[in-house]
T-cell receptor, first 114, second 112 residues
Framework: DSGVTQTPKHLITATGQRVTLRCSPR?????VYWYQQSLDQGLQFLIQ???????AKGNILERFSAQQFPDLHSELNLSSLELGDSALYFC?????????????FGPGTRLTVL | DQQVKQNSPSLSVQEGRISILNCDYT??????FLWYKKYPAEGPTFLIS?????DKNEDGRFTVFLNKSAKHLSLHIVPSQPGDSAVYFC???????????FGQGTTLQVKP
């Protein structure tokens, strides 16, 4: 158990809908990362937050947005969902978001768009 | 643009033998490389890493080798155990950034 929790574990929805994925970092960690793993693909970095502020952005679509709240939990919002958005979404956390920090991953949320 | 590639989707090895997992990268600005291990229904867990200033790092049964001129790294597991059966991801980190670039993963099966 990494100490990072993600809810829900599974999510099934239809095209065009909007969903919210939630992540609680390890106790004491200030930085949160979101990754997407599509079928047969590696994890693709989406976005990173540190203490409520966006720190780095990766291949995140404009239909996707994220935020980190004062209690340090984070939410990833996916809207106008398409079939291709079906994937595993992982959240990771680290102490300070620095380059040398170890990232601890949650178990992921499996999103299925029908 | 796949900056980190694991060209072998799967590998099967007999228990007790050596497992060698390979990874290639294209960006010479990467300064830190990591291997993660992932079991089904769990998130990736950190296994071992290597800085770009080194060519080898060892931790118990796990050794990572880095060949910067070839932009290639490999993970050696000796001896392999059935509990090592998992998906292994290679990842690279750019200079001064926490962003990880992952390969597609290699599924290792260690047969008893």
């Amino acid at each position: 158990d990494s100490g990072v929790t993600q809810t829900p574990k599974h999510l099934i929805t239809a095209t065009g809908q909007r969903v919210t994925l939630r992540c609680s970092p390890r106790s004491g960690d200030l930085s949160v990362y979101w990754y997407q793993q599509s079928l047969d693909q590696g994890l693709q970095f989406l976005i990173q937050y540190y203490n409520g502020e966006e720190r780095a952005k990766g291949n995140i679509l404009e239909r996707f947005s994220a935020q980190q709240f004062p209690d340090l939990h984070s939410e990833l919002n996916l809207s106008s969902l398409e079939l291709g958005d079906s994937a595993l979404y992982f959240c990771a956390s680290s102490i300070s978001g620095g380059a040398l920090d170890e990232q601890f991953f949650g178990p992921g949320t499996r999103l299925t768009v029908l | 643009d796949q900056q980190v590639k694991q060209n072998s989707p799967s590998l099967s090895v007999q228990e007790g033998r050596i497992s060698i997992l390979n990874c290639d990268y294209t960006n010479s600005m990467f300064d830190y490389f990591l291997w993660y291990k992932k079991y089904p229904a769990e998130g990736p867990t950190f296994l071992i890493s290597i800085s770009s200033i080194k060519d080898k790092n060892e931790d118990g049964r796990f050794t990572v080798f880095l060949n910067k001129s070839a932009k290639h790294l490999s993970l050696h597991i000796v001896p392999s155990q059935p509990g090592d059966s998992a998906v292994y991801f290679c990842a690279a980190r750019g200079f001064r950034t926490g962003k990880l670039i992952f390969g597609q993963g290699t599924t290792l099966q260690v047969k008893p």
